[in-house]
């Protein structure tokens, strides 16, 4: 499988990456810290395409979709004359979302390269709105680091920032069904 990876807001990172993935790129630009992956499909039927993307595709927590975003947060607590300082906390993230890549959607008859385009649109909103949650979630970590009164309470906040951010997620995939109420079935 070749995974063609575009750090968005980077053009050289594009040029191995197909039509519609660069197109995805704009998206997921909104994001900081955000790079977006794409796993070649190369079948041109939509049948040998589904068959072919249920064999690659990604996996997360054991469980494979079509689509996934992931992300991580990290954080620091500098001391402050000597002591930690939840207060100076420094929060990074990273968001990465991975979509299939078609690279054979020239080939494919009007009506299957059509109903590929609506499944692809779909799943693309779908995984930003995956990789919203993670940029709120990264917003509500620093907040919740930085308003702890202590660096204990603060690594005992972003543990459950980090949990309501996984919990936020999964509920929004159990509510769109992982996209398909959304639109995001191919074919």
């Given at each position: 499988?070749a995974?063609?990876a575009?750090?968005?807001?980077?053009?050289a990172?594009v040029?191995?990456a197909s039509?519609?993935l660069?197109?995805?790129?704009?998206?997921?630009?909104?994001?900081?810290?955000?790079?977006?992956?794409?796993?070649g499909v190369?079948?041109?039927?939509?049948?040998?395409i589904?068959?072919e993307m249920?064999?690659v595709?990604?996996?997360v927590n054991g469980?494979?979709?079509?689509?996934?975003?992931?992300?991580?947060?990290?954080y620091?607590?500098?001391?402050?004359?000597?002591?930690?300082?939840?207060a100076?906390?420094?929060v990074?993230h990273?968001i990465?979302?991975?979509?299939?890549d078609?690279?054979n959607r020239?080939r494919?008859?009007?009506?299957d390269?059509?109903a590929?385009d609506?499944?692809?649109?779909?799943l693309?909103?779908?995984?930003?709105n995956h990789?919203?949650?993670?940029?709120?979630?990264?917003e509500?970590?620093?907040?919740?680091?930085?308003?702890?009164?202590d660096c204990?309470?603060a690594?005992?906040?972003a543990?459950q920032?980090n949990?309501d951010?996984?919990a936020?997620?999964?509920e929004?995939?159990?509510?769109?069904e992982h996209g398909?109420l959304?639109g995001a079935?191919f074919?």
């Amino acid at each position: 499988m070749a995974v063609v990876a575009i750090q968005v807001g980077d053009p050289a990172t594009v040029a191995d990456a197909s039509e519609r993935l660069r197109l995805a790129a704009p998206a997921a630009a909104a994001f900081p810290n955000t790079t977006l992956q794409g796993y070649g499909v190369e079948a041109t039927a939509p049948r040998a395409i589904r068959a072919e993307m249920n064999r690659v595709r990604p996996g997360v927590n054991g469980r494979r979709h079509d689509a996934t975003t992931t992300w991580r947060y990290t954080y620091s607590l500098p001391a402050s004359n000597g002591q930690c300082d939840p207060a100076t906390a420094v929060v990074s993230h990273a968001i990465t979302i991975v979509m299939p890549d078609l690279q054979n959607r020239d080939r494919l008859r009007r009506a299957d390269k059509a109903a590929w385009d609506r499944y692809f649109a779909a799943l693309q909103a779908h995984e930003v709105n995956h990789a919203r949650i993670a940029q709120l979630g990264a917003e509500r970590y620093q907040a919740a680091l930085r308003s702890a009164p202590d660096c204990q309470a603060a690594r005992v906040a972003a543990a459950q920032v980090n949990a309501d951010v996984s919990a936020a997620s999964a509920e929004y995939d159990r509510l769109t069904e992982h996209g398909r109420l959304e639109g995001a079935s191919f074919p």
